[in-house]
């Protein structure tokens, strides 16, 4: 390798620098351009910072001689073509940089020179009185970034003004031009010379000049910017690129694989990055996949726990696609498990199908789904069970039928029920490892949809309707209540959305995202007979219970209700008609939720009002995801508060609660 110093000015100086297609897109964010902005403001007059190292592969004429817009400067002015191998972050940067102090000048001339002079130095250059331009830094035309780069960075037109794609690397790039616009506004004219100067000339790159018997894809491998590491999503695309120029096939093959590689990756940073509000995390996506392809065949026929491979030992499946499965090795493998073309070739028409599905599960609303089939997918997304997601996606991508699906996704929103109701550490047989197993075997066409139905079904039968595991739940409830049920959320909100639909109303009180911000912040849930009820309203009520008795009636279910916003602290401990509301008190129940709104029909709160509330929304339960208390009474028994009954004298009759 040859090694010099150079300035961004020496940089740009008869060279074309293109990102190659097995790199990944910008990705720095806030943190990275804090501290490039700094270094650039704190280096002295008469002093240079030394950026990095910038790699650059040369590129054969078999390659560029398919860039139709920059042959003419290759071949006319003798630019030399270069790929930026490693220091593409920094360099997007600087170019960023300079384009965003073009913009602030306006007209005015830096350092003697003219506005379009740097901009032919290092934006671009152009013959035909401007009508061809070739860009001098860029990415290969079919990366999503290119257009984008050129369009909403640079501000040129183009003939494919509609082929502008968002995706979570052009979010940075505009995030970056954006953060800089805001750096410039407030500088005066010669703080923006100065910094132009210290950017061109004073920011110093080592430069490594790859030869031709260095791998490159292998040297990428081993590279990273500063502060800002690859992902595993980025390193896997490198790698199968990589197996496609050695594995054995003739080039027409070898060739088409590659492109696909190509399309897969396009496809798959268009749909993490397509929905700015809600980004999705690369490797997430790589794990859910990883789970749907390989199945029970990565754990040596033992069933996998999905918990424990997400957050335990979240390396393995890294290891395993990067160490073992996709290696120089397995092309030369005499085993099962040797990799050819073809097998490289589903396995990335997998990952371009399944991240397509992915997108669609995160975020179903305003998805090309059906309607019914998007909001059964938003209930499962509120449960927070992620288990079942490789599952749902490889079910989206088998099957078509649409009343098959919604079947499917009820039963299996049902069945998260059922584990958030008796939790993780009961005698039942049904554990996570389950959705895995189903998700492989249904991508393997070893199991259909409608046995997974009727599997799913028969599982939830077993934990919701045996009167055993129902027993160990209300012992667990009775020790500690239900204010800390990890599905006590999602229950209120399925419970006020029932209550919106029978106002024959369209707006929701509260939308979930309030709701589920953070689940340590209980400000959303209020105890109706508070916590720490001092008052003589309160204490009068309730002064026949003992301490244990009245913890149970504070924290049992049916003494929690969902607020549409925050109460102040001192609203908790209000005489329950105060807390209901009047025109003095518009915080009340009566201008909150429909739940709490729905409380404005009594005149007091006893522990008889808890108990009718806390048997009708086991009521509700029972009807909505099918959990068989077997009757009135044995909801009392779950619910531990058979002693309200002894001391109001009250009985049950025709399955209601009546006085002796």
């Known amino acids: 390798m040859k090694t010099e110093l150079y300035s961004i000015s020496k940089i740009f100086t008869e060279r074309l620098l293109r990102i190659p297609d097995y790199q990944r897109g910008y990705a720095w964010t806030n943190k990275q351009l804090k ?40 071949k006319s002015k003798s630019y030399e073509p270069f790929f930026v191998v490693d220091g593409q972050q920094r360099l997007t940067t600087t170019v960023i940089l300079i384009q965003c102090i073009l913009e602030s000048i306006d007209l005015q001339e830096l350092n003697y020179t003219k506005p379009d002079e740097i901009r032919k130095k290092f934006i671009f250059e152009s013959k035909d009185e401007g009508i061809s331009r070739s860009y001098l830094f860029g990415y290969e035309s079919d990366n999503p970034s290119y257009e984008f780069l050129k369009q909403r960075i640079f501000c040129e037109e183009s003939d494919n003004q509609a082929d502008v794609q968002e995706t979570i690397y052009t979010n940075n790039l505009i995030n970056a031009k954006e953060y800089f616009t805001e750096q410039l506004k407030d500088m005066d004219f010669d703080d923006v010379e100065s910094l132009y100067k210290k950017v061109t000339q ?15 894809h292998v040297s990428f491998e081993t590279m990273n910017n500063r502060g800002k590491p690859l992902s595993h999503l980025e390193l896997l695309k490198n790698r199968l690129i990589y197996l496609s120029t050695k594995v054995n096939g003739d080039d027409h093959e070898k060739s088409k694989l590659r492109n696909a590689i190509n399309k897969c990756w396009k496809t798959i940073y268009h749909q993490l990055g397509r929905n700015k509000d809600n980004p999705l995390d690369d490797d997430i996506f790589l794990f859910n996949h990883f789970i749907l392809f390989f199945g029970n065949s990565i754990n040596n026929g033992e069933s996998l726990n999905y ?23 397995s092309l030369y493998s005499k085993d099962d498990d040797k990799l050819t073309v073809p097998e490289l070739y589903r396995y ?86 389950r959705f895995i197993e189903w998700a492989s075997d249904l991508s393997n066409d070893e199991l259909t949809l409608e046995k997974i139905i009727s599997a799913i079904d028969s ?20 020790e500690a209540g239900f ?63 003992n301490s244990k008795e009245r913890s149970i009636l504070r924290h049992t279910i049916g003494n929690l209700v969902p607020l549409s916003h925050s109460k ?93």
């Open 568 to 660: 102040n602290s001192s609203f908790q401990n209000k005489p329950f008609l105060e807390k209901v509301g009047n025109e003095n008190n518009t915080i009340g129940f009566k201008y909150g939720s429909f739940s709490e709104i729905e409380l404005t029909t009594h005149q007091q709160w006893t522990a008889v009002e808890i108990l009718e509330r806390s048997i009708k929304l086991l009521k509700f339960m029972e009807k909505r995801w099918k959990v068989d208390f077997g009757g009135v009474e044995n909801m009392i028994s779950f619910l531990n508060l058979e002693f309200v009954l002894k001391k109001e004298g009250l009985k049950i009759h025709n399955k209601a609660i009546k006085r002796n």
């Open 202 to 216: 004073h920011l110093l790159f080592n430069i490594y000049s790859m030869s031709n018997e260095i791998d490159v």
């Open 348 to 433: 990335v028409r997998s990952l371009k199908s399944s991240v397509e599905k992915w997108y669609e599960i995160s975020n179903p609303v305003g998805s090309s789904l059906q309607p019914e089939i998007s909001m059964w997918l938003e209930k499962i997304n509120r449960t927070g069970i992620e288990e079942c997601l490789p599952l749902i996606m490889v079910s989206l991508q088998k099957n078509k039928d649409v009343v098959l699906t919604v079947k499917f996704l009820k039963s299996l929103e049902k069945l998260l029920f059922a584990l958030f109701l008796v939790g993780r550490n009961y005698n039942i047989s049904f554990n996570s490892s």
């Open 35 to 74: 501290d490039f902005w700094n270094d650039i403001l704190q280096i002295e007059k008469g002093h240079n910072h030394y950026v990095g190292v910038l790699t650059l592969e040369d590129v054969h004429e078999e390659k560029f001689s398919q860039w139709e817009d920059d042959l003419w400067i290759i």
């Open 307 to 329: 918990r424990r491979f997400r957050r335990g030992y979240g390396s393995y499946y890294q290891d395993y696609l990067l160490e073992k499965k996709f290696t120089i090795k």
């Open 483 to 545: 204010y800390r049920w990890r599905g006590l959320r999602y229950f209120m909100y399925e419970y006020e959305q029932s209550l919106k639909e029978k106002s024959k109303t369209y707006t929701d009180k509260f939308d979930w995202k309030y709701f589920s911000d953070d689940e340590r912040d209980h400000k959303t849930i209020e105890h109706i007979y508070p916590q720490n009820a001092r008052k003589a309203c309160w204490t009068s009520k309730y002064k026949s219970y």
């Open 459 to 478: 599982a939830r039968i077993e934990m919701a309707n045996d009167a055993q595991v129902l027993s160990q739940v209300s012992a667990a409830f009775k």
